[in-house]
């Protein structure tokens, strides 16, 4: 993290060997860091960086990077590189992805929380007669955002988009079949 984050200080290139999640080997990247974001509530903290291997930004999970060298390669940081906005359509880490229009239905037993709590800057809550809560989100989909959708159990229901309520409800009958 030290080497990292004096790299991000002075625009230093780095080369890594990255261990991406279901692959067997790491590989070996040249990645050019923009912006390290800790992120507590995940326990891992991430750099956003323009990959030369992927000729694009890419977002790295820290704790996945196996050896890292600083290199003599100096770059800039696009002055249009804003990492707000590079996350303000993503749930969590995983930027990318079309962004949809995500309506959720909470049971007035949670409503008040969601009342509460900011969970996304596009967030737009409007309780209901019956004390339930409608919830209205601006975002792409991820599994992060999935994760977050069944931790609340029976006291969500997702009304839209019809392909994020088809993949609850196939999760849900998945546990069904695991604990029936």
């Known amino acids: 993290m030290a080497l990292l984050a004096e790299a991000w200080a002075k625009q230093r290139r780095v080369r890594i060997s990255y261990h991406t999640f279901g692959e067997k080997k790491p590989k ?21 960086a323009y990959c030369h291997m992927a000729s694009g930004i890419r977002i790295f999970k820290i704790e996945r990077i196996k050896t890292i060298e600083m290199i003599s390669k ?7 590189f804003d990492a707000n906005e590079y996350f303000s359509s993503s749930w969590g880490m995983f930027a990318g992805g079309d962004v949809e229009i995500i309506k959720l239905k909470f049971s007035p037993s949670v409503a008040q929380i969601f009342e509460e709590v900011v969970w996304h800057p596009s967030q737009v809550v409007t309780r209901q007669t019956d004390g339930s809560l409608i919830m209205t989100l601006t975002v792409s989909l991820s599994v992060e955002l999935l994760g977050w959708i ?3 159990g029976e006291n969500v229901e997702v009304l839209e988009p019809q ?8 999760t849900a009958q998945a546990m069904l079949d695991i604990y029936g």
């Open 163 to 170: 392909e994020l309520r088809e993949k609850i409800a196939h």
């Open 150 to 152: 069944l931790r609340w």
């Open 28 to 48: 070996v990247r040249d990645i050019d860091p923009y912006f390290i974001e800790p992120a507590a509530a995940g326990h891992s903290s991430y750099v956003i």
């Open 74 to 80: 100096q770059y800039d940081i696009p002055s249009n």
